[in-house]
């Protein structure tokens, strides 16, 4: 069994680069700790903490339609619906999966399988 690492997206408007060609299909690849700890180092993360996720996504997405290269500049320039389809997107793929308990049930002796979420709010 293989660990799926990178996940193809389609955004809600799309990319408009320079010459006015519209960019919505992309790859983006699961994130590791480099990917959310380097750029703290960004003055401009530094400076406006909401700049985090402008930085992590341009290092995550491998692909969006036919760019060469994705940085921080095209992720600034995304329409507001589109960072936020990103941003949610890079929750669900990275979203750590909380453990499954199994147990019977001491009056019929049913074997159960319960979620425990302690993260959950």
Not at 51 to 58: D, E, F, T, V
Not at 99 to 121: R, W
């Amino acid at each position: 069994m293989s660990l799926q690492t990178e996940y193809p997206f389609v955004l809600p408007k799309g990319y408009v680069d320079k010459e006015g060609n519209v960019h919505k299909k992309g790859i983006m690849r699961l994130a590791t700790a480099a990917d959310e700890i380097l750029p703290m180092k960004d003055i401009r993360v530094q400076q406006n903490q909401s700049y985090l996720s402008i930085m992590i996504l341009s290092r995550v997405i491998t692909e969006l339609g036919d760019l060469k290269l994705i940085d921080a500049r095209v992720i600034e320039n995304l329409f507001t619906p589109d960072l936020a389809y990103l941003q949610d997107f890079y929750q669900k793929i990275n979203q750590i999966e909380p453990p499954k308990y199994k147990f019977s049930c001491s009056k019929c002796g049913q074997t159960n399988e319960v979620t425990l979420d302690f993260l959950a709010q």
